[in-house]
């Protein structure tokens, strides 16, 4: 019996764990929790299909199995993050200066779950889009995903006041939410975050990036997530640019 070819699944089941873990401690107010919980299963993301490939056991199951685990990690967390953020706000109406029983404050927080509607159709995109095989269309839901969840850890831990003061209204939130929805699904080519190999040859681009990505975590903590987030855009738009 081929034990590899159970790995890669193995672990990919280990993220749609860390998605489930998330969600229980958002329903359960530990936000910096559920921040950990995504992190390991988009850890658990990046290993299951460098193990695939490695081992040479890649398969339609283990596609599919991917971009569901992928939903709930990185779609449906995500969405919900939105809407509890939002909804504290409409909780807490006397911090923030909001009537709860405006309509706008009773609606706002399901558009939370417009991130998950958006993500669920770029998985299902993914999937049939022959175009993103080497690299990708629009942004990956795992680094969506790391967008949205750096909002509380950057509110609750960041050390500039003003910007979480920013990010506590609930215009900007709706901002971010319908920006999310765009970038996920915008014909924007992004060079691939996936390594094939470690060899600087074949993946340098990879490499030097997230050797920027720890230098910026280093420096900025949790505000260094948006950083290399919009970095991560902008360095694709460069090289588009430079091919044409």
């Keep these: 019996m081929n034990i590899k070819k159970y790995i890669p699944n193995t ?3 280990l ?5 489930l873990l998330a969600l229980i401690a958002i329903f359960n107010g530990f936000y910096d929790h559920a921040f950990l ?3 390991l299963g988009i850890f658990f993301d990046f290993w299951d299909g460098f193990l695939a490939r490695k081992f040479n056991v890649s398969s339609e199951l283990g596609l599919q199995l991917d971009s569901l685990a992928d939903m709930v990690t990185s779609g ?7 809407f509890k953020l939002i909804e504290n706000i409409q909780n807490n109406q006397e911090i923030y200066n909001v009537t709860a029983d405006t309509f706008y404050m009773g609606v706002i927080p399901y558009f939370g779950f417009l ?3 958006a993500s669920c159709y770029r998985l299902a995109n993914f999937n049939i889009d022959k175009r993103q095989i080497n690299s990708f269309i629009g942004l990956p839901t795992p680094a969506n995903t790391l ?3 750096s909002i509380p850890m950057i509110q609750y831990f960041g050390a500039i ?5 920013i990010l506590d209204n609930p215009y900007v939130l709706m901002g971010i939410t319908f920006l999310s929805v765009f970038l996920l699904n915008a014909e924007i080519p992004l060079f691939s975050l996936k390594f094939k190999t470690f060899s600087w040859e074949e993946s340098k681009l990879q490499i030097l990036f997230v ?5 910026m975590l280093l420096f900025f903590v949790f505000m260094a997530i948006p950083i290399i987030v919009f970095s991560y855009i902008t360095i694709s738009l460069i090289l588009n640019k430079s091919k044409k």
């Design 11 to 13: 672990i990919t089941l």
């Design 15 to 19: 993220n749609l764990f860390c998605g």
């Design 37 to 39: 919980f995504v992190s």
């Design 76 to 82: 449906v967390v995500p969405g919900l993050m939105m």
């Design 115 to 117: 991130i998950t509607l």
């Design 147 to 149: 967008l949205i969840m």
């Design 161 to 165: 006041e003003w910007v979480s003061v």
């Design 211 to 215: 050797l920027f990505s720890v230098i």
